[in-house]
Nanobody, 127 residues
Framework: QLQLVESGGGLVRPGGSLRLSCATS????????IAWFRQAPGKEREFVAA????????YYTDSVKGRFTISRDNAKNTVYLQMNRLKPEDTAVYYC????????????????????WGQGTQVTVSS
């Protein structure tokens, strides 16, 4: 059974850092593009970052560029989201998602592209 499990969320002060992990099982993560999305209360789910099958390309939403880094460790079947210089507006539930194969870049930013989702992890940025 294919599963994605997020961890690493929590409460952090503005300017702080967190590293989210997306542990996968039941499939070979090497064959999947992985993305992070987030959803704040009362808002739609939004794209945060994505990494392609090979790991050669990474995409970010403008509001996190220069602060967040997505990476993958295929040997550990895990994808990470390093989040630095966190802001209150980063507060949301963060989800990882997976889709098999090569995907056109603009489709990576669309939640409907992804077949598999984790349960989410809460990130709260507050003083």
């Amino acid at each position: 059974q294919l599963q994605l499990v997020e961890s690493g969320g929590g409460l952090v002060r503005p300017g702080g850092s967190l590293r989210l992990s997306c542990a996968t099982s039941g499939f070979t993560v090497d064959d999947y593009a992985i993305a992070w999305f987030r959803q704040a209360p009362g808002k739609e789910r939004e794209f945060v970052a994505a990494i392609t099958v090979s790991g050669g390309s990474r995409y970010y939403t403008d509001s996190v560029k220069g602060r967040f880094t997505i990476s993958r460790d295929n040997a550990k079947n895990t994808v990470y989201l390093q989040m630095n210089r966190l802001k209150p507006e980063d507060t949301a539930v963060y989800y990882c998602a997976a889709v098999m194969g090569v995907v056109i870049s603009y489709e990576l930013k669309n939640a409907h592209t992804y077949n598999y989702w984790g349960q989410g992890t809460q990130v709260t940025v507050s003083s």
